[in-house]
């Protein structure tokens, strides 16, 4: 299901939570699952042991074949224990004390992204998405893990033909093996000490030197670790981006708001997120039986948890449909929820937070040079967000 409104979920999460927070849907290829919508009971299906997310599974569901040649396993397609000792190898990068001190450098990479915007006035309408939205994540992650950003392009390039909904197979698969070689190259280079265009100090040189060279990490396996963080870690980022300076724009009484009393800006970060819910992608596969919300998943069938569609409850988030700044949304379900829920979530919502905040201060009569419609919102299948972001000031 696509959304018609960038910012709002599909009109279909509507009417499939007007049969009960479980509902009958049939993929692309014809195999049926269910689909949770009710907030209670997307919240606990995502801590129940029963669920599993081993995307290695032949009857893990697929929404649409690419997602299965993405090979995006690291930590989100695996189950304990294998998923906990991964997550113990890098939790310690993504801490809040972590994260906190990372804040210079974003606010650094922030600023320095405002300045090349504000370089370009009187040139036209800018295009905050490619301006930037996607370089102040890309930025911080590839000197998070320690890959040169001169290389931007290529691993942009090769996310977008993995996570397109309208690619193929195929594609996805190639992006992923491109992908999987270059951090398998760059590994090499660390555990060789090449003095190559590999920087130092980042994540990928904890993971070679102390993973690696000791044997407790393979290095196909710290590839396919570095993969994913790379991918989750600027695509996801930058959606949220694009589209909360959109969604703000679109609800100028609610940006007023931020700009007199900017304390609020942590808890609109919060509502946006709960508001926009851009990974709109959580699939697992029942273990055994489980009795939820009036029905039993029987082991082996597919479970489909859009958290854009749990994240408007009414029963949770009064007038949901609103967006509110000053709403205590942490009961959101944007990162997900157990053992999974999203472990750079704290860096997340770091970046948003300084990017929105030093967006609204230094270009305060920022709007929109296009209407919403010919932004290009992103299909169904995909992270949600819009294409382009022109913008003047």
Not at 21 to 32: A, N, Q, T
Not at 168 to 177: H, K
Not at 244 to 260: D, F, G, K, M
Not at 261 to 282: C, K, T
Request: aromatic residues 4%; hydrophobic residues 40%; proline residues 6%.
């Amino acid at each position: 299901m696509s959304r018609d409104c960038p910012y709002h979920p599909p009109a279909g999460y509507g009417r499939l939570a007007e049969q009960g927070p479980l509902s009958r849907v049939r993929l692309y290829d014809g195999r049926e699952v269910w689909v949770v919508t009710g907030h209670a009971e997307t919240r606990g299906l995502l801590v129940d042991p029963r669920l599993s997310s081993d995307r290695s599974r032949p009857d893990f569901p697929v929404l649409v074949p690419r997602m299965a040649a993405a090979r995006l396993t690291a930590l989100v397609g695996m189950d304990p224990p294998e998923h906990d000792v991964q997550r113990r190898m890098l939790i310690g990068s993504f801490t809040v004390r972590r994260v906190n001190g990372l804040r210079p450098s974003i606010r650094r990479i922030v600023d320095e992204r405002i300045d090349a915007v504000l370089a370009k006035s009187g040139s036209g309408p800018v295009d905050l998405v490619q301006e930037f939205a996607l370089p102040v994540p890309s930025t911080v992650i590839c000197e998070l893990l320690g890959v040169p950003y001169e290389d931007h392009e290529f691993f942009e390039e090769q996310t977008r033909r993995m996570l397109l909904a309208t690619g193929t197979a195929d594609q996805a698969a190639a992006a992923s093996a491109a992908l999987v070689g270059y951090f398998d190259q760059l590994t090499e280079e660390k555990l060789s000490g090449s003095e190559g265009r590999t920087t130092k100090g980042g994540l990928l040189d904890e993971l070679a030197e102390d993973r690696v060279r000791t044997g407790e990490l393979s290095r196909a396996d710290a590839s396919a670790i570095a993969m994913f963080l790379l991918v989750a870690g600027h695509e996801t980022t930058a959606n949220m981006i694009g589209l909360s300076i959109l969604t703000l724009l679109e609800h100028p009484a609610e940006l007023a708001r931020l700009r007199e009393d900017p304390s609020l800006l942590p808890g609109a970060v919060e509502e946006l997120l709960r508001f926009l819910s851009v990974a709109d992608e959580l699939q697992r596969v029942a273990a055994a039986d489980i009795e939820v919300g009036g029905v039993v998943i029987r082991e082996g069938e597919g479970v489909y948890l859009p958290n854009a569609a749990a994240n408007r409850s009414a029963e949770v988030f009064p007038d949901p449909d609103a967006l509110d700044v000053g709403r205590d949304a942490r009961r959101h379900l944007a990162f997900g929820y157990g053992v999974h829920q999203c472990i750079g979530q704290n860096l997340a919502r770091a970046e948003v937070e300084i990017a929105l905040g030093q967006l609204i201060t230094r270009i305060p009569t920022l709007r929109l040079a296009a209407a919403v419609e010919e932004l290009g919102t992103k299909a169904g299948g995909s992270v949600q967000g819009v294409r382009r972001l022109p913008v003047e000031w």
